[in-house]
């Protein structure tokens, strides 16, 4: 299948993406610049993590405005796969495509360390490669990864199972000391309705070779690529 | 002939009520632990000038609320208000 891996000004995951999609898992990939209007011929597009626009105004409140957008808005409405991770995730709510907010982390703090998350829902295009409850460990890297919606946005994404990871013990518990940046319940990714588009804090483009330091992020493309 | 001018424009974007504001909360912080112990809140929102070239207050303040729900705010979290001078 053919990976879309978008660059915008400031993103710099965005070769992570393509080595993993690639390289690892011996998919076709590309990038599309942020100005290009067709993503014709793709199956899975990838906003990947960065800075893009600097994070000026907002995280993703720029970059949403990017010609190359309005085709990702298109294609999600299509029921086409799309993947935001970390600054990708931010550009997906800010979009509309997700629900929500990312805020500034709780502590202020630029976060770029190892966490555990819990996958909540295995039954999703995404995460059909992992067990539920599984336990993974992914890093995280951000200032604003603090997950905020309104009670009846959160009570609609609970009852309908579109919490996907939650940051958990290493053992599956799901605790506030865990809880890296403040995200309400624990939450670090999240699916639409529709079950094709998907944001996550974590990245698992950085853990899908042991010789990086580990592979539990590897199943997410296992399970993109397994689905189409 | 008359001179279109650029008229001005202050937009104010701050956090609705709720939403935890952990910067304007170390900032308060800070102050009282300055010696400023009468500082009971503080909550830090953004300031926009904007330069606008139109002659119509009426037009620039629909243009402006547009400009605030597509881009100036997200209005998940936060509120508005734009003043014209």
Known sequence: ?228 | MKDRGVMKAKVFVTLKKGVLDPQGKAVGEALASMGYSEVKGLRIGKFIEVELDTSSKEDAGKRLKEMCEKLLANTVVEDYRVEIE
């Open chain 1, 1 to 228: 299948m053919r990976f879309g891996i978008i660059v915008f000004p400031g993103s710099n995951c965005d070769h992570d993406c393509y080595h993993a999609a690639k390289h690892v898992m011996g998919q076709e990939a590309e990038y599309i610049w942020h100005k290009d209007t067709s993503l014709k011929g793709f199956d899975c597009i990838v906003l990947p993590g960065g800075f893009s626009y600097g994070d000026y105004l907002r995280t993703g409140a720029i970059a949403r405005f990017s010609p190359v957008m309005n085709e990702v808005i298109h294609f999600a409405n299509k029921g086409g796969c799309v993947i935001g991770i970390c600054n990708g995730f931010q550009i997906l709510t800010e979009a509309g495509l997700l629900p929500g907010v990312l805020m500034r982390n709780r502590s202020l703090k630029f976060i770029c360390r190892n966490v555990y998350v819990r996958v909540e829902n295995n039954q999703t295009m995404f995460t059909n490669a992992y067990q539920k409850n599984q336990i993974l460990n992914i890093p995280i890297a951000h200032a604003d990864g603090n997950y905020f919606a309104d009670k009846d946005t959160i009570k609609r994404l609970e009852d309908n199972n579109q919490i996907i990871f939650r940051y958990s013990t290493q053992g599956g518990r799901i605790t506030e000391d865990v809880n890296p940046n403040g995200s309400v319940n624990n939450i670090a990714a999240i699916i639409n309705e529709k079950g094709n588009v998907f944001g996550a804090m974590p990245h698992p483009e950085r853990v899908c070779e042991s010789i990086l330091g580990g592979e539990d992020g590897r199943g997410i493309f296992e399970g993109i690529i397994k689905r189409q």
